[in-house]
């Protein structure tokens, strides 16, 4: 008897959760965790492509990460809709803006990642943190676009050509020599003893590491491999 109840409840929660799964595939709500049976159902392709920056991406960006003064032509711009593997294992959808020039070699890495079942905690547009680098690195998000100078300088970032992405930032901080800077601030406990068997949700990046590898490949430069800076979680094009 307990067993046919519970079987009838769980579909009577699939029925409710399903049409939520398929409209947040639909509208590509960043963030959300969907099941691989919704997925199957949507068609894994579909779920790994460029797109123009359509007017709704455009307004959530101008401002913030497309600032007033930017000199990069939308039409440049591409928005991924990418699938990653949370801190739990399971599909979230995540998205990304970069460069027309490296969307096809972003939307390869991350099916291979995906496929590989490689965490990465998070992925939405910078511009859910107001584009404020240091707020988006704390969150562990990862992220691409964003119209912006190097942090201490006055030089434009590969970011703001949508040329660089980020990785998983908390638990690959950037290092700066000359000050002693951590970016961020709070993944300072992870800027050193990086060999050692740290017990992290999400991989390090280094030479051994399939993140570095995939980005190597397609031609990349990674930021760990500096020598005044170290930028674990940053490539660049
Ligand atoms: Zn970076």
Redesign the pocket.
């Known amino acids: 008897m307990r067993t046919i109840l519970l079987f009838l409840l769980s579909i009577l929660l699939c029925s409710f959760y399903a049409p939520e799964e398929t409209k947040a595939l639909r509208e590509w709500t960043p963030a959300t965790v969907v099941s691989d049976e919704a997925i199957k159902a949507y068609s894994i392709d579909s779920c790994f492509k460029a797109y123009p920056i359509s007017d709704a991406i455009f307004s959530r960006m101008q401002g913030k990460s497309y600032k007033k003064d930017c000199t990069i032509p939308r039409s440049h711009l591409r928005y991924l809709h990418v699938l990653h593997r949370n801190v739990d294992g399971n599909t979230q959808l995540g998205e990304l803006v970069c460069s027309a020039e490296i969307a096809n070699d972003l939307l390869d890495i991350f099916r291979k990642l995906y496929d590989a079942g490689y965490k990465i905690e998070r992925m939405v547009l910078i511009d859910e943190y107001d584009a404020d680098d240091e707020r988006s690195m704390a969150a562990n998000n990862s992220s691409c676009f964003n119209f912006r100078v190097v942090s201490g300088s006055k030089t434009l970032?590969?970011?703001a050509q949508g040329l660089?992405?980020?990785i998983n930032p908390l638990y690959n901080p950037?290092i700066r020599f000359s000050t002693g800077k951590v970016e961020p601030a709070n993944g300072k406990p992870y800027a050193t003893n990086r060999t050692a068997k740290q017990k992290t949700p999400v991989p390090f990046i280094n030479t051994s590491d399939l993140c570095y590898k995939l980005f190597k490949q397609h031609g990349f430069i990674w930021?760990g491999s500096w020598t005044t800076v170290k930028?674990y979680?940053?490539f660049?094009k």
């Open positions: 970032s590969k970011h660089a992405i980020d950037c930021g930028d979680q940053h660049e």
